[in-house]
């Protein structure tokens, strides 16, 4: 494909299922410029930290170029030819459902289309599933049982439109930044929205909220079902609507009403006034918004939450009306565009049921396939058990990264490593599942991909390309495409373009469709190369011939059951203890600001890896001092499936008895981060999504007996310490270290890391106090500098990594590296704030000080807080501290 320089392209972000619209622009010198799209009704040209710094994560330093075969080079033919012949062959000895296929909310549409239809049409297995069931599978199941279908009913309006938004489980400042912004500047225009956070953490998202509801971990069924009681008792419902449009309301009520009052608070760790509180607002508050996310979803009891929810909503006809409805947000940036063409096992495409005879019949014919999958297949968790004891014999796993993201990960990694034949697409040459393919085949990444996503609103936007694919990477489409030929499918898989693939993806979804489907985007059915290249973000439904301008679902009804009406479902609240005496604390896991993922690409950003570096634990003070260690301690976390060293951060916003650490970190990245490893591989019985955020798991200090903190200019190899956490920054890398020993010689250990032996090196030896300082200088460069000290390093880590882009001509300027302190005129930034415009905490104090009295203040002195906003919240909690100093 040739690429033009000169033009800005406009494409979509890759991150999370927001879908925001990016302008890409590359200069004549092959710079790469990003910025918001003012025009993509997602956005508005909003971006957050990690759609800002998207231009950082497209190096083709780590890049997986060419095709391997055990490691070696080979060409495509060879490659694609050995992939369709082990898979032809295990059909042919084994039976279809002894090869499988794990994909991902990274690839686009028509990869996954393409997937499915081999998989499910062709091979004639449905062991096709995806990552999107560790986020949104029971977000699906509960949709199917409320409304016969997976379907969003609402839109991002409704969020700006609510009088009452209520957050569920969800991080939103964080994890969705550019929603949160969306409805933060509703709020300052009308002042009377409510917001009500539910989430065990206080995160940054409860800046903007009215009432915090620290709820205890899987307390949302209890929560939610009392709430439909309290309406009930309260005569707070819509009994036209009710009789209307639903069935089931006696039922669920019932169930609802085992519980009382007293039982709630019980169950949810709040109190009955809280209770009271938040259930006479949403009572009285007509025009409410339920916002859900992954701690809603993650969960052995996920599919009920959402079903308790959706009740409520149901019960007060809250749903298809503007500013109204149960919201999903998804995680990933084609979470939705994957359940379109039923990239999970127990979906058929265009939101047909691999259940029902008539649905697989109807894909058969539209694929003239010999036969479609019969059952539902694997789903995530039962597949890689399916791995582990033989049955599946070929895995082929695209753009996903399961030996870190996976439950039970340890036991996954064996289960990949002991597998006859792994295929691994992706685009990174290593990861910790390339490191196991019997095949690796280099795939286009963002900024070469051309395709489309769907995202949390069922807005459709292209991902176009802005760079030549690098080396002999191809598309995951074409790599699909050219597997099928070679397994004799060639008919079916003739696609030359992703626009021949999008436009029978459009026609599959208006096929025989007259309205009893809610996916259907037919009026894209025959459209051109030209057409597709130009497409605009659009919403669907968009049938073939319609005069619908709304896209909102259910303003009348007309659900996607037999009888065209909503389920309530009757669901029994139940607290499943799983803590014990060895294992007394609740682990919760989740994401962090400036992540994503397990980092195959946020991690190739400098400024995104400076706000949080290392792994970490987030503990309330009494569990810390309960468990006998201080804040910035190296800590053991342990369940009976692992452990994994992380740093301690204590603070009150954590809930007492649970913690909270991110999922981001993997082999590449930390010496024991991967914290997957911990959890058991339960699941939800409906949704078979995994429990990721209840977690038995014990805490206790790693007795470390030396701390130390490097820049270097090289990525360190092979760093021989207990603890180690490596973050790129400018110029280089910075990395976190702790010994439960000492070195023998930490001179020659600082060279190591550095890996310059001809570098001048100059030390500080205070043996008696147990500190060292070691500086490396190429010159006037510095190629590294290490300090060692008995407790966690007291050396800013901002004016550290600044030195690696500094000059230093003097043995002055040397010795400053070595006394491990900034002078008078080099300022310390303080640690990283504002990832956007790279502040630190000590760039805002000193405006404090100088008289910014509030957040916009700081943000005019230092655009601080001006771009994403995630910041913003931070900010606010430096300008209390400082208020609070004053006051002193």
């Known amino acids: 494909m040739e690429i033009d320089a000169a033009r800005e392209v406009s494409t979509t972000c890759p991150y999370c299922g927001v879908g925001c619209g990016v302008l890409a622009k590359v200069a004549t010198d092959g710079q790469v410029t990003v910025r918001g799209d003012p025009d993509h009704p997602a956005n508005f040209g909003r971006l957050c930290s990690k759609g800002s710094a998207l231009a950082e994560t497209i190096g083709l330093d780590d890049r997986l170029l060419h095709p391997e075969i055990h490691g070696r080079r080979a060409g495509w033919d060879e490659a694609l030819n050995l992939v369709a012949s082990t898979f032809s062959q295990t059909v042919a000895e084994h039976?279809?459902?002894?090869?499988?296929?794990?994909?991902?909310?990274?690839?686009?549409?028509?990869?996954?289309?393409?997937?499915?239809?081999?998989?499910?049409?062709?091979?004639?297995?449905?062991?096709?599933?995806?990552?999107?069931?560790?986020?949104?599978?029971?977000?699906?199941?509960?949709?199917?049982?409320?409304?016969?279908?997976?379907?969003?009913?609402?839109?991002?309006?409704d969020l700006e439109l609510a009088d009452l938004i209520v957050l569920v489980g969800s991080n939103l400042a964080w994890c969705h930044p550019v929603l949160y912004q969306r409805i933060a500047a509703a709020r300052e225009k009308r002042p009377d929205m409510k917001i009500v956070l539910v989430d065990p953490r206080r995160t940054m998202t409860s800046d903007i909220a009215d009432m915090h509801l620290a709820i205890a971990p899987d307390g949302d069924v209890a929560l939610f079902t009392g709430l439909l009681a309290h309406l009930g008792q309260q005569n707070s419902l819509d009994r036209a609507y009710i009789t209307t449009h639903t069935t089931g309301f006696g039922q669920a009520l019932f169930a609802a009403s085992a519980l009382d009052l007293a039982a709630v608070a019980a169950a949810t760790g709040l109190s009955e006034e809280e209770l009271v509180r938040f259930y006479s607002l949403f009572a009285a508050t007509q025009k409410t918004v339920t916002v859900y996310s992954q701690g809603v979803n993650q969960s052995t009891s996920g599919t009920d939450k959402v079903n308790a929810i959706i009740n409520c909503h149901l019960a007060t006809g809250r749903i298809g009306k503007p500013g109204t409805g149960p919201f999903s947000v998804t995680g990933q940036p084609n979470a939705m565009g994957g359940r379109e063409v039923g990239g999970l096992a127990n979906m058929l495409a265009a939101h047909m049921e691999i259940e029902n005879p008539e649905h697989r019949e109807r894909v058969r014919r539209f694929w003239k396939a010999p036969a479609v999958a019969h059952k539902p297949g694997l789903k995530a968790v039962d597949m890689f058990e399916a791995v582990a004891d033989g049955r599946i014999k070929a895995l082929w796993i695209m753009a996903t990264n399961p030996v870190d993201s996976m439950p039970d990960a340890d036991a996954v990694e064996a289960a990949i490593k002991a597998c006859p034949f792994v295929v691994v697409s992706d685009v990174l040459a290593e990861t910790d599942t390339v490191r196991h393919a019997h095949v690796s085949l280099p795939a286009t990444a963002w900024g070469e991909k051309d395709g489309t996503v769907t995202n949390s609103e069922r807005r459709i936007s292209r991902q176009r390309a802005f760079l030549a694919a690098p080396g002999e990477a191809r598309s995951d489409w074409r790599i699909i495409v050219e597997v099928a030929k070679r397994m004799g499918f060639d008919e079916a898989f003739s696609h030359e373009t992703p626009a021949e693939v999008f436009v029978e993806h459009a026609a599959l979804s208006a096929f025989e469709n007259d309205g009893e489907r809610d996916f259907d985007i037919g009026a894209y059915a025959a459209i051109d190369v030209e057409d597709y290249d130009a497409l605009a973000p659009f919403q669907w439904p968009t049938p073939r011939q319609s005069t619908q301008t709304s896209t909102r679902f259910f303003t009348n009804g007309n659900f996607y059951t037999p009888d065209r009406k909503a389920r309530f479902i009757a669901i029994r609240a139940a607290t499943e203890v799983r803590t014990t005496a060895d294992?007394?604390?609740?682990?919760?896991?989740?994401?962090?600001?400036?992540?994503?993922?397990?980092?195959?690409?946020?991690?190739?950003?400098?400024?995104?890896?400076?706000?949080?570096?290392?792994?970490?634990?987030?503990?309330?003070?009494?569990?810390?001092?309960?468990?006998?260690?201080?804040?910035?301690?190296?800590?053991?976390?342990?369940?009976?499936?692992?452990?994994?060293?992380?740093?301690?951060?204590?603070?009150?916003?954590?809930?007492?008895?649970?913690?909270?650490?991110?999922?981001?970190?993997?082999?590449?990245?930390?010496?024991?981060?991967?914290?997957?490893?911990?959890?058991?591989?339960?699941?939800?019985?409906?949704?078979?999504?995994?429990?990721?955020?209840?977690?038995?798991?014990?805490?206790?200090?790693?007795?470390?007996?030396?701390?130390?903190?490097?820049?270097?200019?090289?990525?360190?190899?092979?760093?021989?310490?207990?603890?180690?956490?490596?973050?790129?920054?400018?110029?280089?890398?910075?990395?976190?270290?702790?010994?439960?020993?000492?070195?023998?010689?930490?001179?020659?250990?600082?060279?190591?890391?550095?890996?310059?032996?001809?570098?001048?090196?100059?030390?500080?030896?205070?043996?008696?106090?147990?500190?060292?300082?070691?500086?490396?200088?190429?010159?006037?460069?510095?190629?590294?500098?290490?300090?060692?000290?008995?407790?966690?390093?007291?050396?800013?880590?901002?004016?550290?990594?600044?030195?690696?882009?500094?000059?230093?001509?003097?043995?002055?300027?040397?010795?400053?590296?070595?006394?491990?302190?900034?002078?008078?005129?080099?300022?310390?930034?303080?640690?990283?704030?504002?990832?956007?415009?790279?502040?630190?905490?000590?760039?805002?104090?000193?405006?404090?000080?100088?008289?910014?009295?509030?957040?916009?203040?700081?943000?005019?002195?230092?655009?601080?807080?001006?771009?994403?906003?995630?910041?913003?919240?931070?900010?606010?909690?430096?300008?209390?501290?400082?208020?609070?100093?004053?006051?002193?």
């Not at 002894?98 to 297995?125: H, P, R």
């Not at 910014?852 to 005019?860: F, H, N, Q």
Request: proline share 5%; with cysteine.
């Open 95 to 157: 039976g279809p459902d002894a090869v499988a296929f794990y994909v991902s909310g990274q690839l686009l549409t028509e990869d996954y289309y393409l997937a499915n239809k081999l998989m499910k049409g062709f091979i004639g297995s449905a062991n096709i599933d995806t990552n999107s069931r560790l986020c949104m599978a029971s977000s699906v199941a509960g949709h199917r049982r409320a409304f016969g279908a997976d379907t969003v009913p609402g839109t991002y309006e």
């Open 583 to 888: 294992y007394p604390l609740i682990l919760n896991t989740g994401r962090i600001r400036d992540h994503w993922h397990t980092m195959t690409r946020t991690g190739k950003s400098p400024r995104l890896s400076q706000h949080i570096a290392e792994p970490f634990v987030e503990i309330h003070p009494a569990d810390a001092l309960h468990h006998g260690f201080g804040d910035a301690d190296i800590v053991r976390i342990s369940s009976p499936r692992g452990e994994v060293l992380v740093r301690a951060l204590i603070t009150p916003r954590q809930r007492q008895g649970s913690v909270f650490a991110p999922m981001h970190w993997t082999d590449q990245f930390a010496a024991r981060g991967r914290l997957d490893a911990l959890i058991a591989p339960l699941t939800d019985p409906i949704s078979g999504q995994p429990a990721l955020k209840h977690v038995a798991a014990r805490i206790e200090k790693f007795a470390a007996k030396v701390f130390g903190f490097a820049v270097t200019r090289q990525r360190p190899e092979a760093i021989s310490a207990d603890y180690w956490a490596a973050a790129r920054c400018k110029g280089g890398w910075r990395v976190e270290l702790a010994f439960a020993d000492a070195a023998a010689d930490w001179t020659a250990f600082a060279g190591s890391l550095f890996d310059a032996p001809l570098a001048e090196m100059l030390a500080y030896h205070d043996r008696d106090a147990g500190q060292h300082r070691i500086a490396a200088f190429d010159g006037e460069r510095l190629v590294g500098a290490f300090f060692v000290a008995p407790a966690p390093v007291a050396v800013s880590r901002s004016w550290a990594v600044e030195q690696l882009e500094a000059t230093h001509a003097s043995q002055r300027d040397r010795f400053t590296i070595v006394a491990g302190r900034a002078g008078v005129e080099r300022p310390d930034a303080g640690a990283t704030v504002c990832s956007c415009f790279n502040i630190g905490a000590n760039q805002i104090v000193a405006a404090v000080a100088a008289g910014c009295t509030t957040v916009e203040a700081i943000g005019g002195a230092l655009k601080a807080g001006t771009n994403c906003g995630s910041c913003r919240a931070e900010i606010r909690v430096i300008l209390g501290a400082a208020r609070f100093q004053a006051a002193e």
